[in-house]
């Protein structure tokens, strides 16, 4: 089986543009969560999204948004990038909803400048 | 909200010593997952624990899952250098069966 894509692995972008983040989750796999990984504040949960819809939400503002497709891939928008923002974009995808072992892809490397 | 705290954040070991990582929830999990990511690489799931005082072993690696359910530890003895990587925990964020909130992690050095 195929593990758990996401592309672009790097970006770069400038304050102020906005971002689109893709990642296939692995096939059968419904549930796809998306993490930021930063050196001070570890592995922070964005959101969850299952057979389309959005089933929980980490404390991130509104500037981060997510969607799933009925294929159950997945993307993650961030508007208006700041400083800040630069991270590791980390998805898992994993069967079920909720409690279930989940399994990342690569990341995608963002750089804000 | 819900805390997954993890100690120590960082161990640095000789090969061949033991290393231990501890995971403390301020309230009680429904279960816990452990999870290791190398240098550059990205998380990998280890293991789930579900029950009150639960103890697995994957060769060198034992985890353990307290009896109150909120607090875990993962024991590697003889460690080798390919150990090396840091180890999360992770708890459900909600009793809704959210997803998970992880621990800072442990990063695992070992000295050759």
Redesign the interface.
């Known amino acids: 089986k195929a593990g758990v894509t996401q592309t672009p692995r790097y970006l770069i972008k400038t304050r102020g543009q906005q971002v689109t983040l893709s990642c296939s989750p692995i096939s059968g796999h419904r549930s796809v969560?998306w993490?930021q990984q930063t050196p001070g504040q570890?592995?922070?949960?964005l959101f969850?999204y299952f057979s389309e819809t959005q089933?929980?939400k980490?404390?991130f503002p509104g500037r981060f948004s997510g969607r799933q497709f009925s294929n159950s891939r997945s993307e993650m928008n961030v508007s208006t990038l700041e400083l800040g923002d630069s991270a590791l974009y980390?998805c898992?995808s994993s069967f079920l909803?909720?409690?279930d072992?989940?399994?990342?892809?690569?990341?995608t490397r963002l750089t804000v400048t | 909200g819900q805390q997954v705290m993890q100690i120590p954040q960082y161990q640095h070991v000789q090969e061949g010593e033991d290393f231990t990582t501890y995971c403390n929830s301020s309230t009680t999990l429904s279960n816990i997952q452990w999870y290791k990511q190398r240098p550059g690489g990205h998380p990998v799931f280890l293991i789930q624990l579900v029950k009150s005082g639960e103890v697995k072993k994957q060769k060198r690696l034992t985890f353990q899952f307290g009896e109150a359910k909120k607090n875990s530890s993962l024991h590697i003895t003889a460690t080798q250098t390919t150990d090396v990587g840091t180890y999360f925990c992770a708890g459900p964020i909600n009793t809704n069966a959210g997803k998970s909130t992880f621990g800072d992690g442990t990063t695992l050095t070992v000295k050759p």
Do not use: D
């Open positions: 969560s993490y570890g592995l922070q949960f969850e089933r929980n980490g404390n980390l898992a909803q909720g409690i072992e989940q399994y990342f892809g690569p990341g």
